[in-house]
């Protein structure tokens, strides 16, 4: 399936995730990732699936279900696939739902990929770096893909988009939490001059065990530095769009495998299908796996956890 959700979303509302790319091919391989380790790290731009198919799929999702947005997501970096801008344009003749690009903003130095997003209604890429080292600290980029090219293709996107653009600040405890990171962060996102910034902090498992968002004194430091900014360290709330999933088990692993779950929220799915015992038999069977992170336990697929 290349659908998922509606999932709640801290800054989107009911959000209707949208995947163009197999789990998980990535430009970045995050030391906080939610996904776990990148298994194919690359910069080539592919069509990696029949793009009628997917936008087959958003069309039967949106006759059966209510969505405050779509969004170009998924399993790695978007903008990698060839198919985003047809499909942003498909979704624009279709639906007058608005659409977001949740992008790493990693290969926007392409001209053909600022083109294709020029039709999104919301863009909102990553800077969790002012520098070089910080950049190779954090994000560990493929090898062709080089801090002030990247920053450059922000810069230059903003210029020429004329969409909002939220831009999105991870924040990793002793790696880009310190008052020089955060001035270089600030001086790239003063370059970029995005509509909004947003400071948010890992709360689901990360890629590297030792990944740990700041303590809430340095976050409040953090905001007084990068200026005027929103900040989500909170956990969303609200139900998942169950009716495109024929039971819980495969709600749990097809939700669970783009947006890790907690345990109540798996079991709230479970109640939704009334198949008690569906988590623990998953369990049992090694479907899924128990990890704890900040006291909160979550449910991951079992190759998320051999990826990690
Ligand atoms: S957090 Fe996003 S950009 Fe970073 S590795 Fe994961 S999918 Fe890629």
Same mark, same amino acid.
Request: aromatic share 8%; glycine share 6%; hydrophobic share 35%.
């Given at each position: 399936?290349?659908?998922?959700?509606?999932?709640?979303?801290?800054?989107?509302?009911?959000?209707?995730?949208?995947?163009?790319?197999?789990?998980?091919?990535?430009?970045?391989?995050?030391?906080?990732?939610?996904? =776990?380790?990148?298994?194919?790290?690359?910069?080539?731009?592919?069509?990696?699936?029949?793009? *009628?198919?997917? !936008?087959? &799929? %958003? @069309?039967?999702?949106?006759?059966?279900?209510?969505?405050?947005?779509?969004?170009?997501?998924?399993?790695?970096?978007?903008?990698?696939?060839?198919?985003?801008?047809?499909?942003?344009?498909?979704?624009?003749?279709?639906?007058?739902?608005?659409?977001?690009?949740?992008?790493?903003?990693?290969?926007?130095?392409?001209?053909?990929?600022?083109?294709?997003?020029?039709?999104?209604?919301?863009?909102?890429?990553?800077?969790?770096?002012?520098?070089?080292?910080?950049?190779?600290?954090?994000?560990?980029?493929?090898?062709?893909?080089?801090?002030?090219?990247?920053?450059?293709?922000?810069?230059?996107?903003?210029?020429?988009?004329? =969409?909002?653009?939220?831009?999105?600040?991870?924040?990793?405890?002793?790696?880009?939490?310190? *008052?020089?990171? !955060?001035? &270089? %962060? @600030?001086?790239?996102?003063?370059?970029?001059?995005?509509?909004?910034?947003?400071?948010?902090?890992?709360?689901?498992?990360?890629?590297?065990?030792?990944?740990?968002?700041?303590?809430?004194?340095?976050?409040?430091?953090?905001?007084?530095?990068?200026?005027?900014?929103?900040?989500?360290?909170?956990?969303?709330?609200?139900?998942?769009?169950?009716?495109?999933?024929?039971?819980?088990?495969?709600?749990?692993?097809?939700?669970?495998?783009?947006?890790?779950?907690?345990?109540?929220?798996?079991?709230?799915?479970?109640?939704?299908?009334?198949?008690?015992?569906?988590?623990?038999?998953?369990?049992?069977?090694?479907?899924?796996?128990?990890?704890?992170?900040?006291?909160?336990?979550?449910?991951?697929?079992?190759?998320?956890?051999?990826?990690?």
């Amino acid at each position: 399936m290349f659908i998922y959700g509606p999932v709640p979303s801290r800054r989107l509302g009911r959000s209707l995730g949208v995947s163009l790319i197999p789990a998980k091919t990535c430009t970045y391989s995050c030391v906080y990732c939610q996904l =776990g380790r990148t298994n194919r790290l690359q910069s080539r731009r592919e069509s990696f699936f029949p793009k *009628e198919r997917v !936008l087959s &799929e %958003i @069309r039967k999702q949106l006759s059966i279900s209510e969505a405050d947005f779509i969004s170009l997501v998924g399993d790695g970096e978007p903008t990698l696939s060839l198919d985003i801008g047809w499909l942003i344009q498909k979704c624009k003749e279709n639906t007058d739902r608005p659409i977001a690009v949740i992008t790493n903003g990693s290969i926007l130095f392409r001209p053909d990929v600022r083109d294709e997003l020029m039709a999104a209604d919301v863009v909102i890429p990553s800077l969790d770096a002012g520098s070089e080292e910080v950049f190779r600290a954090v994000n560990r980029p493929h090898g062709n893909i080089e801090y002030d090219r990247m920053l450059q293709g922000q810069v230059d996107f903003r210029r020429e988009y004329k =969409g909002q653009i939220w831009l999105e600040v991870m924040l990793v405890h002793g790696v880009n939490d310190t *008052e020089a990171a !955060l001035k &270089e %962060i @600030r001086s790239a996102a003063g370059q970029i001059m995005p509509d909004r910034l947003y400071i948010t902090t890992p709360i689901r498992p990360p890629a590297e065990p030792w990944v740990e968002p700041p303590p809430p004194d340095e976050i409040i430091r953090a905001q007084q530095i990068l200026g005027q900014s929103f900040t989500i360290d909170e956990r969303e709330s609200g139900g998942f769009g169950l009716d495109s999933f024929s039971g819980a088990r495969q709600a749990i692993l097809e939700i669970g495998s783009r947006h890790p779950l907690r345990l109540e929220q798996a079991l709230e799915i479970e109640n939704e299908f009334a198949e008690s015992g569906t988590v623990e038999m998953m369990l049992k069977e090694k479907k899924l796996v128990k990890i704890s992170y900040s006291a909160i336990e979550y449910l991951l697929p079992d190759y998320f956890v051999r990826n990690r």
